[in-house]
């Protein structure tokens, strides 16, 4: 098991910027991905934004391509989420989660293994 532990949440202005950072513990050797998802109120958990840990691929959801990055930190065990002209729609719990499989879909949430416990974002002026 992977435990993980996401920090950096907070409220920012519309256009601002905010990264969200993911501490992995534990197992972290079985780790072949992790992902980023976000559920807003009242809605559903969607998928942000995965990195497969080989060659560091990445993948996003069309809502964040192109302001979103995410990155890691094999030293640190660590995953990143740059999050740049934050839209008041981005407002969610953030979550970052770790899969042990390899192949499949990135974005499918039923394929991770271990979650973290959130982080809340809000956009706001």
């Known amino acids: 098991q992977v435990q993980l532990v996401e920090s950096g949440g907070g409220l920012v202005q519309p256009g601002g910027s905010l990264r969200l950072s993911c501490a992995a513990s534990g197992r972290t050797f079985s780790t072949y991905g992790m992902g980023w998802f976000r559920q807003a109120p009242g809605k559903e958990r969607d998928f942000v934004a995965g990195?497969?840990?080989?060659?560091?691929?990445?993948y996003y959801a069309d809502p964040v391509r192109g302001r979103f990055t995410i990155s890691r930190d094999k030293a640190k065990n660590t995953v990143y989420l740059q999050m740049n002209s934050l839209k008041p729609e981005d407002t969610a719990v953030y979550y970052c989660a770790a899969r042990s499989k390899y192949g499949g879909s990135l974005s499918s949430g039923a394929e991770y293994d271990s979650w973290g416990q959130g982080t809340r974002v809000a956009v706001a002026s």
């Open positions: 990195i497969w840990w080989t060659g560091d691929i990445t």
